[in-house]
Structure formats: C-alpha cells, structure tokens
C-alpha cells in the first residue's frame, strides 16, 4: 500500500510558476512509476506527466510540454511537479498517483492516487 499526499497547489497569475510536491508513504515509493494527472471544471481527467521508476524516463502531455517538468527524488519519496508559464487553462485539480510498473500514461493503469491540489491561474 501506498499513501500519497500532493502539496503546492494555489492561485497563481498567468505567466507564473508553481512546484507540486507528491509524498509518499507506506511501501517504497522508489519501487513505483509516478504520474500526475488533472481534472479541470467541467472536464474528464487527463493525463499531464508520468515518470519511471529510475526517474530516466519522462512522458508529457502535448499540452504541457516545453512548460512543465516532473522529477523525482527517491530517497525523499517525493515527486514533483514543476510548472511554468502558467496558463488559466492549467486550471485543475492535480492529482499524483503511483503505478505498479515501469511507467503509465493511462489513469487506469495506476493503483494509487493522492486526494489532490488545487490549481487556480488567473488571467
């Protein structure tokens, strides 16, 4: 079992920046692929970054390419999230969630998710 618990989140200006943090706990998090997803008003959850298990391989929406940047730090059993040039369409939920494989894109494939952060991007 896995316990994921993001961080970061809040209300930020067009333009801006903010850093997700996702910590977990419970079974080692360095033995898991890690993911953040989104879910904006109104829309479905979406995919936006997935990392492998040695942190080697990264995986980003079109979306969000160029301006986010996931990370990982097992000895701390944090992921994160570093996002730039903050869009109001960036505005979401963010969810971490942890996979018991080398990495995932697809929500249904990860077993463990945080409760997530809010992400507000004013224009």
């Known amino acids: 079992q896995v316990q994921l618990v993001e961080s970061g989140g809040g209300l930020v200006q067009a333009g801006g920046s903010l850093r997700l943090s996702c910590a977990a706990s419970g079974d080692t998090s360095s033995r898991y692929g890690m993911g953040w997803f989104r879910q904006g008003p109104g829309k479905e959850r979406e995919f936006v970054a997935a990392?492998?298990?040695?942190?080697?391989?990264?995986s980003y929406a079109d979306s969000v390419k160029g301006r986010f940047t996931i990370s990982r730090e097992n000895a701390k059993n944090t992921a994160y999230l570093q996002m730039n040039s903050l869009k109001p369409e960036d505005t979401a939920v963010y969810y971490c969630?942890?996979?018991?494989?080398?990495?995932?894109?697809?929500?249904?494939?990860?077993?463990?998710w945080g409760q997530g952060t809010q992400v507000t991007v004013s224009s």
């Open positions: 990392i492998s298990l040695s942190g080697v391989i990264t």
């Open positions: 969630a942890a996979v018991v494989k080398w990495i995932a894109t697809m929500s249904n494939e990860y077993d463990y």
